[in-house]
């Protein structure tokens, strides 16, 4: 239960920034006046506020992430399959939306517990933050080598594939190793299976083998760059190198984008019309995904055979 405290007295300080982005931002810092004369700032109410108007998995997410925050040292103690069972959201957007708050400096990891940045939320004087902002920045000191370099998933592909489908980026946390749509919630090698007239196979290694035999090559847009020294520097994604794939398998004539995000990530960082020769299609992502408008598996079915045929 979240407590309510905007019958309280506050203080409010505005206080100026620069993200991550270069932009300088202003913000209005709430402080609650306590017992001895002191205030504490306090954005949780506004924060949960803010996640309902987000809504969706995003919302849902960084609602729990608040909801279940130890003021005391600004960490949450919880695993990726935790939030999953509490919020009914799937695990790669539980994955995604955690990668994202990492990568914009809201949040950091570790195995089984986070912290939030106390520059978005904390309770305390001055001097407690102070100690939190302290922590936060040596926050992976004591896990130097938890983070490799990049993380980058290998393409599926060989000299006689002709269609690459595109995917936005590698998600986390699926083991030791990383696997294309490992996720069960979703439908991409159920749905690229009956696209082909092929029986779905169980063994990962024996599904890629029938993307190939199907002359389908898979990858991600981006890879994840991580800090070459733990604590130091953000996570960045940084697209993979095309030039060098479709220069070393000509055959691709053809890029299929798994959902808009993938489309507009490669738009982004990597110009079409270095490609004239490929036809870029944007197909409804795999992925489960909530909304007004989302598309029923049958109809994601029906516009990936148009591209996608025995």
Known sequence: MIDDYRDNTFKVVEETFVNNKGEQLTVEKHYRKQARGNFYKTHKIEI?????????SKGKVMAYLVEHLNFTDNTVKVTHNKIVKDTGVSYAAVSNVLAELEHAGLLKMKTGYLMISPGLMMRGDLRKEHMLEKAYRDFYE???TKYPKSIILPSIIDTNSEILILSSFPIEGDGPHLQYYADS???FWELIFSCLGEEDPTDYAEKTALLLKNNIALWTVMHIMQPVRAGTLQRQFKPNDFQKLLKNYPNIKTIVFNGDKAFQLFKKSVPLKDFPDIKPFK???????RGRYV????????????????
Not at 283 to 289: G, K, Q
Not at 295 to 310: A, G
Request: overall charge negative; glycine content about 6%; charged content about 35%.
């Open 48 to 56: 949960m506020d803010l996640c309902k108007v987000i809504g969706g």
């Open 142 to 144: 004591d896990e130097p």
């Open 185 to 187: 919630a979703d439908k």
């Open 283 to 289: 197909l409804p992502t795999t992925s489960p995904s």
């Open 295 to 310: 598309k029923t598996y049958e109809e994601k079915l029906n516009e990936w055979k148009c591209l996608i045929k025995e």
